[in-house]
């Protein structure tokens, strides 16, 4: 997770007195290179095991760690790719921006902030995550989803502080 906050984005309405900027990203220590000695490292040992048995007669053992080296390749991909995930909340004097980005691929949504409600959401089960949204005019805007539960309730109150409740909107400064 990363929390940067800044006042000030380039290109933000003059109208709008130092907007206040949150951006978070997932937790992924795994680089890309290390994910590589990892999968090269299992798949050698993996195969080194399952070539002593296939020639001890145990030959059904060699298909299974093919089987096993192509799923933990998939779960490598996945969590590789979860790295490039990035959320950015921009706060300004009218409005609250949500950007949401996987990848290359992004999704902005825009709240009037005097109208805007964040919540926290109970989960339905102790085994789920709760979830974080904020919402205004029937629409929603999940922020967090790869947080920690007490990460999540750290951001939910910082952006009650700056969002405020409905018809509320405290200053920014």
């Known amino acids: 997770m990363l929390f940067t906050t800044s006042s000030g984005v380039e290109g933000a309405d003059p109208v709008d ?6 951006e978070i990203a997932p937790n992924c220590s ?3 290179k290390g994910a590589l000695w990892f999968f090269a490292g299992t798949c050698f040992g993996s195969f ?3 070539g002593m048995m296939a020639v ?3 030959w059904p053992v060699f298909p299974f760690a093919g089987l096993e080296m192509v799923l933990l390749a998939w779960a490598l991909k996945v969590s590789l790719a979860r790295r490039l995930h990035r ?3 921009t706060i300004y004097d009218r409005d609250v921006l949500v950007e949401s980005c996987k990848g290359s691929e992004c999704v902005r949504v825009v709240f009037p902030r005097h109208w805007a409600q964040v919540k926290l959401r109970r989960p ?3 085994l789920y995550p709760s979830r974080l949204v904020i919402e205004s005019h029937g629409r929603q805007c999940e922020v967090g989803d790869f947080l920690t539960e007490e990460e999540r309730r ?3 109150a910082r952006l009650n502080r700056l ?3 409905i018809n509320e909107s405290p200053t920014l400064a």
Not at 17 to 22: K, M, N, S
């Open 17 to 22: 007195a130092a907007p206040q900027c949150i």
């Open 30 to 32: 795994l680089s890309v």
């Open 48 to 50: 080194s095991v399952a």
């Open 56 to 58: 001890l007669g145990y």
């Open 87 to 89: 959320q950015t909340i």
């Open 124 to 126: 339905a089960s102790r």
């Open 154 to 156: 750290g951001l939910a």
């Open 163 to 165: 969002i405020g409740r």
